[in-house]
């Protein structure tokens, strides 16, 4: 790129559609999605956006000595957990056998996003999914670099901004209802949360009360992520259904885009 750009990474369709959906908002900036899978660049084309690939960057140039170093660490550290009967079962299973390749790739991957910020005019990254460790990494080396960085989540609510490290300077939430999430429940930090959601996509607001007649539930992809779909939809519908029809609502269920069955 001869310009400043912002760097978008994006694995699915979803992220890219509702990134871009932000760079309609901002026609004087340029954005660079790169995408990691074929998923990310289906989505309508806006004329401040450029589309390639991560594997343009890719190479095998990464440091054998660091790979070394972590696979040897790696084998000590699974000798002192088959002490542990589960996990010795889980490693018997041949589960653990897959940890090394990880690894391996994780060092192509983060030197590809490297050649990135190395070779583009990167000037801050827009992220819509930093729990996706191939979408993660720019944020790190961004964050690294000194380079600015701004999240949203693709989705309704991301259950696991309770659980990660947040590396972004700011984070976009798209309604109300998910920065009080971010802020109530998550416990981020007022500074760095940013009430805007895309302008194309921005609900209606609903001011009656008695207009509200639905309960959701925005299920997860449980069955991709090998879950026991069955038991958690018999733990959750019933109870859900009840309070629904005790407050003279509907139930209804939002399927994640992987659920199938």
């Given at each position: 790129s001869r310009r400043s750009v912002v760097l978008i990474p994006s694995a699915y369709t979803n992220v890219s559609r509702m990134a871009v959906e932000y760079a309609r908002m901002l026609p004087e900036q340029s954005f660079m999605l790169v995408a990691t899978r074929r998923g990310g660049t289906l989505f309508d084309s806006v004329p401040n956006v450029t589309v390639t690939h991560l594997g343009a960057y890719a190479g095998d140039t990464y440091s054998a000595r660091e790979s070394a170093f972590i696979l040897n660490a790696w084998e000590k550290l699974r000798q002192e957990l088959n002490n542990v009967p589960e996990l010795k079962m889980l490693?018997?299973?041949?589960?653990?056998?897959?940890?090394?390749?990880?690894?391996?790739?994780?060092?192509?991957?983060?030197?590809?996003?490297?050649?990135?910020?190395?070779?583009?005019?990167?000037?801050?990254?827009?992220?819509?999914?930093?729990?996706?460790?191939?979408?993660?990494?720019?944020?790190?080396?961004?964050?690294?670099?000194?380079?600015?960085?701004?999240?949203?989540?693709?989705?309704?609510?991301?259950g696991r901004y309770q659980l990660k490290?947040?590396?972004?300077?700011?984070?976009?939430?798209?309604?109300?209802?998910?920065?009080?999430?971010?802020?109530?429940?998550?416990?981020?930090?007022?500074?760095?949360?940013?009430?805007?959601?895309?302008?194309?996509?921005?609900?209606?607001?609903?001011?009656?009360?008695?207009?509200?007649?639905?309960?959701?539930?925005f299920s997860e992809p449980y069955e991709a992520l090998g879950q026991r779909a069955e038991e958690i939809y018999r733990e959750l519908l019933p109870p859900l259904s009840s309070v629904a029809k005790a407050n003279g609502r509907r139930l209804l269920i939002k399927l994640h885009p992987f659920e199938s069955l």
């Open positions: 490693s018997r299973l041949g589960t653990m056998d897959r940890f090394a390749k990880w690894f391996r790739d994780g060092f192509a991957v983060r030197d590809a996003w490297g050649r990135v910020l190395d070779r583009e005019p990167i000037q801050a990254v827009l992220c819509g999914d930093d729990s996706n460790t191939v979408t993660r990494l720019p944020v790190l080396l961004a964050r690294s670099r000194g380079l600015p960085s701004v999240d949203f989540h693709h989705g309704a609510l991301d490290d947040l590396p972004s300077d700011s984070y976009l939430a798209k309604s109300e209802m998910e920065q009080d999430y971010l802020l109530r429940v998550c416990h981020l930090d007022q500074s760095r949360v940013i009430l805007g959601g895309p302008a194309r996509q921005r609900a209606q607001a609903i001011s009656d009360s008695t207009e509200k007649t639905t309960v959701v539930l």
